[in-house]
């Protein structure tokens, strides 16, 4: 059958990348995805030939990719992260009804939670939440009523798209969501560029996330009420009683 | 400095590693773990010097790494999924404070989250929460005070440890606490042994779900009220406007 991967690079580079995702953009005769990601895995499919597409036109990116892969030649769509959070697998499916039979097949990679946390520590030892705070394709309100519950029952947060040109303020608008629950000492990070060049990081409190003026590369980091910061790290604590004892 | 990696490996596969995994192992003199994870990559690391232990022994497990990479040699400690998600990296982090000092890598992958999620479609398309049901570290209150916020809140769910020998009934117990927000028809999965020998995936309902006797190598996922079945597949719609049409 005609075959379509929807594959998940993790940040970008070849060290980050799983052998089974490496694999099935050297099956693909084709790579599809967005131009930035496209972009990343260039210099390691150099003669690959490439459908890239700018942002917002998902669906458009979707349809042909499917297109391709029903007129037989083998498809590798390219997500940054995991192919299944915030990617591309889920349209991938929702399409596909009306192409003639491709098997998809979700290879999944490193998402910016799981990478950003490694360079902060080990923020997300317990029980987290994983929000986007884009309102593109999600009204603000469902976002502020999942804030308010995650802030609620005490998860740790991370929060995807915390800001971008057009919506400066959702991230100070997100905190003070969570400020109802936690203390503005609660302890948070951010990762910018994770696994890419010129990745930043810092670890802080809730009360300065608020002021800090994330952009769309940034990942953040909002502790539960158990989270410290321990030597430079946000790390959240499990709850092994000997601990530090 | 002394290095310490901390390494998820992800499902326990080659091809689900990353290299920046492999070459960490690699590179250490010691792998250090818990018995089963340990075994996992003792066939592509045969002769590595290794220092396995029991479940439930973790504060044990992470002192004697500690001490062996503040002795000078390089240690990595090995972790089923990623490393940073109910894994290793905390309590090291935690621990780290009463040796020598000891550089602490994280090194990310493949959560069974993410890994899991592929295997039954794209259930984790939009914002969704991560719990554990095991009541060992947690008390049952605060699991369950979680379940309900996130329910209420629309999120996706995506539930590790539903099960032990000893508490056999805390999955039907979370499903209970889910049904006061969604319908018995809600679009859940689980898959067991991820990405291993014997693994085995189904897409049912919740009400359905409630009555699957889960074990300890299960990951379950519960749907949000946009979570829809689509050929067999577990897929939570990110809400884009075309998709479908």
Chains 1, 2 share one sequence.
């Not at 391709?68 to 940054?80: D, K, L, M, Q």
């Not at 929000?131 to 009523?145: E, G, K, N």
């Not at 203390?183 to 990070?189: F, H, K, L, R, S």
């Not at 940034?218 to 000997?242: K, Q, W």
């Amino acid at each position: 059958m005609n075959k379509l991967y929807v594959v998940g690079i993790g940040p970008g580079d070849r060290e980050n990348m799983t052998d089974r995702a490496f694999d099935a953009m050297e099956e693909a005769e084709v790579l599809c995805g967005y131009d930035s990601y496209i972009d990343l895995v260039t210099p390691i499919f150099p003669l690959k030939e490439r459908i890239a597409t700018g942002m917002t036109r998902e669906v458009e990116r979707c349809r042909e990719a499917l297109a391709t892969a029903a007129a037989g030649r083998t498809v590798a769509v390219v997500c940054s992260g995991d192919a299944g959070v915030y990617g591309m697998a889920g349209l991938l499916y929702e399409l596909s009804a009306g192409y003639p039979p491709v098997e998809i097949e979700v290879v999944p990679g490193i998402s910016a939670a799981m990478a950003g946390a490694a360079v902060l520590g080990a923020p997300l030892m317990h029980d987290f939440a994983v929000v986007s705070l884009s309102d593109l394709l999600t009204p603000w309100d469902t976002i502020a009523i999942r804030l308010e519950h995650a802030a609620a029952a005490d998860f740790v947060l991370c929060l995807y798209n915390p800001s971008s040109r057009k919506r400066r303020d959702h991230l100070a608008r997100a905190c003070d969501i969570v400020l109802r629950h936690r203390t503005p000492a609660t302890i948070c990070g951010w990762v910018r560029n994770i696994g890419r060049d010129g990745q930043e990081s810092d670890v802080l409190t809730l009360g300065e996330l608020r002021d800090f003026e994330a952009d769309m590369f940034t990942t953040v980091f909002i502790g539960s009420s158990a989270t410290r910061a321990i030597d430079g790290r946000m790390v959240t604590p499990r709850g092994y009683g000997e601990a530090g004892q």
